[in-house]
């Protein structure tokens, strides 16, 4: 658990990177490059066995805000907080995990991309959203359209973004940081390139 609310959590930095881990000797490396680059916000998705081990050890790495991503279910919720996430992110809501992870107290950023999404999320008292997946759910028109209504939901753009479009979502106002998986690229984990990749999307500027 943190202190931490999510507005904090995604107000930390401009992208948080969304980690498919294979093997739990690859956490705490891949942390240490990744908060040395200065992303300190880490979204470890639960799609590999290895998931929520490698999201445990990555907590013992200085700085590093570890959170859960791809949470699915109240079961899978559960297992994260236990594993120690310090926030969860799901790529959709649905009334059960909804209610599951407001009763739990743990920051959450739920999956939106709609209107009816959005409003269930602020029927559960939440504002702060990812809107997922960005790219192909009508993208910046879309999200644009969507803030209208909602003039005090803020999110977190996922799903299709990269280093080149990465600044056209954080210039707008409603988007607090981006996430993005081209930070960790899939196969060997090599730290300094992934730190490189990290330094190179933290300088990424908001407006």
Known sequence: MTDKSIDQIMRLAPVIP???IDRVEDAVPMAEALVAGGLPVLEVTLRTP?????????KAVKGAVVGAGTV?????????????????????L???????????????????????????????GLSRFKFFPA?????????????????????????????????????????LCVGGSWV????????????ALAREAAALKLG
């Open 18 to 20: 969304v980690i498919v």
């Open 50 to 58: 290895a998931a929520l081990d490698a999201l445990t050890a990555m």
């Open 72 to 92: 699915l279910d109240p079961a899978m919720l559960n297992s994260a907080i236990h594993a120690g996430a310090e926030f969860i992110v799901s790529p959709g």
């Open 94 to 124: 649905t009334d059960t995990l909804g209610k599951a992870a407001v009763a739990s107290g743990i920051p959450f950023l739920p999956g939106t991309a709609n209107a009816g999404d959005i409003m269930r999320g602020m029927d559960l």
């Open 135 to 175: 790219a192909t759910s009508g993208g910046i028109p879309a999200l644009k359209a969507l803030v209208g209504p909602f003039g005090s939901a803020r999110f977190c753009p996922t799903g299709g973004i990269t280093p080149a479009t990465a600044p056209e979502w954080l210039a707008l106002d409603a988007v």
């Open 184 to 195: 960790v690229p899939s196969g060997p984990l090599d730290p300094a390139k992934v730190e």
